[in-house]
């Protein structure tokens, strides 16, 4: 009966993460179309023959969102469920326990972009300073926003302006600083000219979303429930193995 | 699942293949990335209707078994189906493939390996 209970727990939390692997599936689906349009109402607007595909990509391409994974471990999200269930035979207990032992890690996606990494890092002011503005991906809706409503322009001259007065203050130092900041222009609508419009910005916007939270959340719950589908099967094997040596048992206690 | 770190520690680009819109839509989040020469590896593939399968292949084998910088490899839901027989065979914990729309062929939960894993399960 523990055998079942603790199957039917395990089965309990893999359906929660069907759900949510279907929500994610139908936030994807809708961030998706909604990026697929944009991309197609650019290319309607665009001049004749322009398209917005892989004609302008630049072939020197840096990501700038990259992936983490990290591992964690299983025996510290269900710590309490285990406490709850001291009164478990110990059979189940220490193969439990044996079982957390070997390979109970999942991985878990998270994008990330480098700069954000990078920025607690930074040694100096001046690099802290300007590397929020030279980074557009880190606001990629203001921005859009902003150059919806005509203000880029004005807000790249005075990053200008302030890099100028940077450039001013010490050559050397600005010359070290380089090396260590994220390209200038690493935001891929440059790709497609400096004027972009406005639907593929939208495009943007969407496709941040899909590969910032429902991607790796997709990635996250899918090992999830890879792991559990093993549990549930090594917990069945226990279960039907105990049951042969139950029946074992009986049938010579019967016969005795 | 059993995972080293070692396995996981570098991995880190999403993979593409998949249509034009598609790649491009992706890659305007800033995933794209292209290795220092002379290798000059890209993490994408675009497949048009002249793209053969075994390119398909070539790149899927490349992102998930050749390269140690992958993570995560989305490709269409179509083109999956023309390689069916890879992504169903495949077991590894890294990199993860996931299944996504593309313009002309909407998501089919039936088709997906994840759902058709539970569907087994």
Same mark, same amino acid.
């Given at each position: 009966? %523990?055998?079942?209970?603790?199957?039917?727990?395990?089965?309990?939390?893999?359906?929660?993460?069907?759900?949510?692997?279907?929500?994610?599936?139908?936030?994807?689906?809708?961030?998706?179309?909604?990026?697929?349009?944009?991309? $197609?109402?650019?290319?309607?607007?665009?001049?004749?023959?322009?398209?917005?595909?892989?004609?302008?990509?630049?072939?020197?391409?840096?990501?700038?969102?990259?992936?983490?994974?990290?591992?964690?471990?299983?025996?510290?999200?269900?710590?309490?469920? @285990?406490?709850?269930?001291?009164?478990?035979?110990?059979?189940?207990?220490?193969?439990?326990?044996?079982?957390?032992?070997?390979?109970?890690?999942?991985?878990?996606?998270?994008?990330?972009?480098?700069?954000?990494?990078?920025?607690? =890092?930074?040694?100096?002011?001046?690099?802290?300073?300007?590397?929020? !503005?030279? !980074?557009?991906?880190?606001?990629?809706?203001?921005? =859009?926003?902003?150059? @919806?409503?005509?203000?880029?322009?004005?807000?790249?001259? %005075? !990053? %200008?302006? =302030?890099?100028?007065? $940077?450039? @001013?203050? %010490?050559?050397?130092?600005?010359?070290?600083?380089?090396?260590?900041?994220?390209?200038?222009?690493?935001?891929?609508?440059?790709?497609?000219?400096?004027?972009?419009?406005?639907?593929?910005?939208?495009?943007?916007?969407?496709?941040?979303?899909?590969?910032?939270?429902?991607?790796?959340?997709?990635?996250?719950?899918?090992?999830?429930?890879?792991?559990?589908?093993?549990?549930?099967?090594?917990?069945?094997?226990?279960?039907?193995?105990?049951?042969?040596? $139950?029946?074992?048992? =009986?049938?010579?206690?019967?016969?005795? | 699942?059993?995972?080293?770190?070692?396995?996981?520690?570098?991995?880190?680009?999403?993979? #593409?293949?998949?249509?034009?819109?598609?790649?491009?839509?992706?890659?305007?989040?800033?995933?794209?990335? #292209?290795?220092?020469?002379?290798?000059?590896?890209?993490?994408?593939? #675009?497949?048009?209707?002249?793209? &053969?399968?075994?390119?398909? &292949?070539?790149?899927?084998?490349?992102?998930?078994?050749?390269?140690?910088?992958?993570?995560?490899?989305?490709?269409?839901?179509?083109?999956? &189906?023309?390689?069916?027989?890879?992504?169903?065979?495949?077991?590894?914990?890294?990199?993860?493939?996931?299944?996504?729309?593309?313009? &002309?062929?909407?998501?089919?939960?039936?088709?997906?390996? #994840?759902?058709?894993?539970?569907?087994?399960?």
């Amino acid at each position: 009966m %523990d055998y079942q209970d603790h199957i039917d727990g395990l089965l309990e939390r893999y359906l929660h993460l069907l759900h949510e692997y279907t929500s994610l599936r139908d936030e994807l689906t809708t961030l998706q179309t909604g990026m697929y349009q944009n991309i $197609a109402r650019a290319n309607f607007a665009a001049e004749r023959g322009l398209r917005f595909g892989q004609d302008h990509y630049d072939d020197r391409m840096q990501a700038s969102r990259r992936l983490a994974i990290s591992c964690e471990d299983q025996n510290e999200d269900h710590s309490d469920q @285990a406490q709850a269930q001291n009164q478990e035979p110990s059979e189940i207990q220490d193969s439990r326990r044996d079982h957390h032992h070997h390979d109970h890690h999942i991985p878990r996606f998270t994008v990330i972009t480098p700069a954000c990494s990078a920025a607690p =890092a930074a040694e100096d002011s001046e690099s802290s300073v300007h590397i929020p !503005n030279n !980074n557009p991906p880190h606001h990629p809706e203001a921005e =859009a926003k902003a150059e @919806a409503d005509g203000s880029v322009e004005q807000d790249a001259t %005075d !990053n %200008d302006a =302030a890099q100028d007065d $940077a450039d @001013a203050d %010490d050559d050397d130092k600005l010359a070290g600083n380089r090396s260590r900041r994220p390209p200038k222009r690493d935001d891929p609508l440059r790709w497609f000219g400096l004027l972009t419009p406005a639907p593929l910005r939208q495009a943007q916007t969407q496709s941040i979303r899909a590969v910032e939270h429902v991607i790796p959340r997709l990635a996250s719950v899918d090992a999830e429930m890879r792991e559990v589908e093993i549990e549930v099967r090594r917990a069945r094997k226990r279960r039907a193995k105990a049951e042969a040596t $139950a029946s074992a048992t =009986a049938v010579t206690v019967t016969a005795s | 699942m059993a995972a080293s770190q070692g396995d996981y520690k570098d991995r880190q680009f999403l993979a #593409v293949i998949g249509d034009e819109d598609s790649v491009t839509g992706l890659l305007l989040a800033g995933i794209g990335h #292209v290795t220092n020469p002379p290798d000059s590896q890209k993490n994408f593939l #675009v497949v048009d209707n002249k793209t &053969e399968t075994s390119a398909i &292949e070539a790149a899927f084998d490349s992102f998930t078994t050749e390269r140690k910088d992958i993570g995560i490899v989305l490709i269409n839901q179509h083109i999956a &189906e023309k390689i069916r027989h890879r992504i169903d065979t495949y077991t590894a914990a890294f990199p993860t493939i996931l299944e996504i729309p593309s313009k &002309e062929h909407p998501y089919d939960p039936e088709k997906d390996s #994840v759902l058709r894993r539970a569907d087994m399960f």
